[in-house]
């Protein structure tokens, strides 16, 4: 038996999770917050406890010290000799990365140049895996990425209709997000439908703050909704998805607000969503009662979230030529069964169905009424175990 560690390292924060492996046991779990920003905030959640401290944490090296610390004064490891693999969330891997990988020198300097893909992201997760090479430098250090599983995606789909010198000079493609989850949804809906992967049409829709869906086919990603960064596809929490471009100069020339492109980007990716149509909220939760409360802006929404939702869908099963399942996933799509109706009710003329006895609050597995041409299923995601696990695949090469 031996501890591995995933971490999501954000530019202020580090999410981290340690496992029991091969057992995939959750030992202990935690955020630390605010880093490099004064009052940061660690919380160690473990045997059903939890406890949280506020200290000064200046940086991220420190923030993996303070963690490895924690986890000896809980006694949840008694040696850090016990943690022999940690796999670190990657946002962006580029055309680079097709797939998880050990990281040395080369692969941190790549992930480093990569930045301008996700100029918030790759820093970060840099930062965080200088902090475990610095303290545990002998352990196996392994990269997971978002891109990854959407790496097999074909050029008719990963192109965007641009001059050809944006995308060989420029790299001005689709790379997507959230394959780490879209994958691991996808290989559990394929154990719920009794079939193999490589055998199944899926459609897999994560829909939390950030919302992606990917069309699924021969076991590999045939179109995703995420672009070249994850402001494309349908309405998010704060994100616009999809808009017309040619809003961007009118919307910086109207708005006395917004000086330039990078300002109204961060609109686009902060303001926008249910948070710019509500004029509330961007938590689903507070959108539904604001929705049964009768406030006509969160009814707008709901109502423009869905309709997003549903046109994705809709492209997809003719992109795929078919579906065998849809597959609601993340914090809405597992939690959400009013969302879930709403979607669905509207994509009967596809063959989809709710059995409402089945589309509950806490369900998983399939909750489409018997006999419906295709299935629509709740599975919960796991992007943690999956970089625990592949900590351990590639601790074997
Ligand atoms: P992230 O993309 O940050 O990982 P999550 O996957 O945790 O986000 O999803 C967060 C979203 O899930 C929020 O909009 C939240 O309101 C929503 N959510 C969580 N539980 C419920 C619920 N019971 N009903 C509706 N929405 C929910």
Not at 293 to 306: E, H, I, N, T, Y
Not at 365 to 378: N, P
């Amino acid at each position: 038996m031996s501890k591995t560690i995933s971490i999501n390292a954000g530019s202020s924060s580090l999410k981290w999770q340690l496992y029991e492996m091969p057992a995939e046991k959750v030992l202990a779990k935690g955020i630390i917050e605010r880093i490099g920003l004064n009052d940061s905030i660690s919380t160690v959640k473990y045997d059903g406890k939890s406890d949280s401290q506020t200290l000064d944490i200046a940086d991220h090296t420190q923030a993996v010290k303070l963690l490895l610390d924690d986890l000896q004064k809980h006694g949840i490891i008694k040696d850090f000799a016990e943690i022999t693999g940690v796999g670190h969330r990657v946002v962006a891997g580029g055309e680079y990365f097709k797939e998880s990988c050990l990281i040395g020198d080369v692969e941190i300097d790549k992930i480093e140049a990569l930045s301008a893909l996700a100029p918030l992201h790759n820093p970060a997760h840099v930062a965080g895996i200088r902090a475990f090479k610095e303290l545990l430098p002998d352990i196996t250090s392994v990269a997971v990425f978002d891109t990854a599983f959407h790496a097999s995606m074909p050029e008719v789909s990963y192109r965007y209709p641009l001059p050809t010198k944006y995308y060989e000079e420029y790299q001005a493609r689709k790379y997507g997000a959230h394959g780490t989850s879209h994958q691991y949804v996808a290989n559990e809906a394929a154990k719920v439908l009794g079939k193999p992967l490589e055998e199944l049409k899926l459609i897999t829709a994560h829909i939390g703050n950030g919302v992606s869906l990917t069309a699924i086919k021969d076991g590999k990603c045939l179109d995703t909704s995420m672009g070249f960064t994850p402001l494309a596809g349908p309405m998010m929490g704060t994100r616009s998805g999809d808009i017309d471009p040619a809003l961007i100069p009118y919307l910086i020339e109207k708005d006395p607000d917004v000086k330039d492109a990078a300002d109204l980007i961060n609109v686009l990716n902060k303001q926008s969503g249910l948070l710019g149509v509500s004029e509330t909220s961007s938590d689903m939760r507070e959108i539904q009662d604001g929705k049964a409360k009768g406030d006509p802006k969160a009814s707008l929404a709901f109502d423009m979230f869905v309709n997003r939702l549903q046109r994705f869908i809709g492209q997809y099963v003719a992109e795929l030529n078919g579906l065998d399942a849809l597959v609601f996933t993340a914090g809405i799509g597992e939690n959400s069964a009013e969302i879930r109706e709403a979607v669905v009710s509207g994509l009967s003329w596809f063959g989809m169905l709710l059995d409402p006895a089945k589309n509950v609050f806490g369900a998983e597995g399939d909750i489409s009424k018997d006999g419906a041409a295709v299935r629509v299923l709740v599975i919960p995601t796991d992007e943690e175990l999956v970089i625990a696990r592949d900590v351990e695949r590639l601790k074997k090469v």
